[in-house]
């Protein structure tokens, strides 16, 4: 049996019917090509619910009609996965092709084998890395925003800990041992700005841990010289020598970085990065 933590904090009332109708308007202003009437229904949508349980705010951004946030907001988050609970392994792995708990499991095999004593996986969703990776780490910790991916997981019985929460939080916050493996297999395209998320993974990696994770990406031309930006999914795109920066100022040497195809959407390839990094020892 494992550990199920959960920690939610209590949301403001919000006039549910006045959002529904400013964000069923804002959806389809935006399918009809009309993007400066439907920023302004978003806009709308912000002022209704701070929170942003809609992603009103990558949405806007991802229409180059507003500030690109630092990171998606965490009720947005929660409530997008909550949502697709119960098919999300249908829709990620049959529908979108995705395999990188996979491509890590391959990854590290070839360069970083183990075995781990404690694997933390952020974000771990259903369980699809803990499936991959159980028996590769004596003991394996899972985190997640929604809670309902939690309970999917907690059946499996794969994890020895499950955490509903924010993955930079917990890295951040947490009150447990630290880990010798930690994954973020579908993290990083709900995070912007990453200088919490590897300070947080700097903090709770033993010396020599090793790093395991996905991000997505655009074009260089698309980002133009930008650290990350919102892509056409309403998920963020990272600069692979961003993705660099980052590792390198929290002490972490890249064992490898490659190109990968994370995902299919409408049919087309999301192309990203895998990325395995080691904790040096410090000076």
Same mark, same amino acid.
């Given at each position: 049996?494992?550990?199920?933590?959960?920690?939610?904090?209590?949301?403001?009332?919000? @006039?549910?019917? /006045?959002? =529904? !109708? #400013? &964000?069923?308007?804002? $959806? %389809? +202003?935006?399918? *009809?090509? @009309?993007?400066? /009437?439907? =920023? !302004? #229904? &978003?806009?709308?949508? $912000? %002022? +209704?619910?701070? *929170?942003?349980?809609?992603? /009103?705010?990558?949405?806007?951004?991802?229409?180059?009609?507003?500030?690109?946030?630092?990171?998606?907001?965490? /009720?947005?988050?929660?409530?997008?996965?909550?949502?697709?609970?119960?098919?999300?392994?249908?829709?990620?792995?049959?529908?979108?092709?995705?395999?990188?708990?996979?491509?890590?499991?391959?990854?590290?095999?070839?360069?970083?084998?183990?075995?781990?004593?404690?694997?933390?996986?952020?974000?771990?969703?259903?369980?699809?890395?803990?499936?991959?990776?159980?028996?590769?780490?004596?003991?394996?910790?899972?985190?997640?925003?929604?809670?309902?991916?939690?309970?999917?997981?907690?059946?499996?019985?794969?994890?020895?800990?499950?955490?509903?929460?924010?993955?930079?939080?917990?890295?951040?916050?947490?009150?447990?041992?630290?880990?010798?493996?930690?994954?973020?297999?579908?993290?990083?395209?709900?995070?912007?700005?990453?200088?919490?998320?590897?300070?947080?993974?700097?903090?709770?990696?033993?010396?020599?841990?090793?790093?395991?994770?996905?991000?997505?990406?655009?074009?260089?031309?698309?980002?133009?010289?930008?650290?990350?930006?919102?892509?056409?999914?309403?998920?963020?795109?990272?600069?692979?020598?961003?993705?660099?920066?980052?590792?390198?100022?929290?002490?972490?040497?890249?064992?490898?970085?490659?190109?990968?195809?994370?995902?299919?959407?409408?049919?087309?390839?999301?192309?990203?990065?895998?990325?395995?990094?080691?904790?040096?020892?410090?000076?």
């Amino acid at each position: 049996m494992s550990d199920h933590e959960t920690g939610a904090a209590e949301a403001s009332p919000v @006039d549910e019917e /006045a959002l =529904a !109708e #400013a &964000y069923n308007r804002a $959806l %389809a +202003l935006e399918k *009809a090509g @009309d993007l400066d /009437a439907a =920023a !302004e #229904a &978003y806009r709308e949508v $912000l %002022a +209704l619910d701070p *929170a942003d349980h809609g992603g /009103a705010a990558v949405r806007l951004a991802s229409m180059g009609r507003g500030e690109t946030p630092t990171r998606a907001s965490e /009720a947005y988050v929660a409530t997008l996965f909550d949502q697709h609970a119960g098919e999300f392994e249908s829709i990620l792995v049959d529908q979108l092709g995705y395999d990188v708990p996979a491509l890590v499991r391959q990854a590290l095999e070839e360069i970083a084998p183990g075995p781990y004593e404690r694997m933390l996986d952020l974000g771990c969703g259903t369980g699809l890395a803990g499936e991959v990776l159980r028996d590769m780490a004596a003991h394996i910790t899972g985190v997640d925003l929604s809670e309902t991916m939690i309970e999917v997981t907690d059946e499996k019985e794969l994890y020895d800990a499950l955490y509903v929460g924010d993955a930079v939080d917990f890295l951040q916050h947490a009150d447990v041992e630290p880990f010798d493996l930690i994954t973020a297999t579908d993290v990083l395209p709900y995070l912007g700005e990453l200088e919490a998320f590897f300070e947080g993974a700097a903090e709770l990696a033993t010396e020599g841990a090793v790093l395991a994770f996905s991000s997505e990406t655009l074009p260089d031309e698309t980002l133009a010289g930008r650290p990350f930006m919102v892509g056409p999914h309403q998920r963020f795109a990272h600069a692979q020598a961003y993705l660099g920066k980052m590792l390198a100022d929290h002490g972490f040497a890249g064992l490898a970085i490659g190109d990968i195809v994370v995902r299919h959407e409408m049919g087309q390839p999301v192309t990203g990065h895998l990325v395995i990094a080691r904790k040096q020892k410090a000076d």
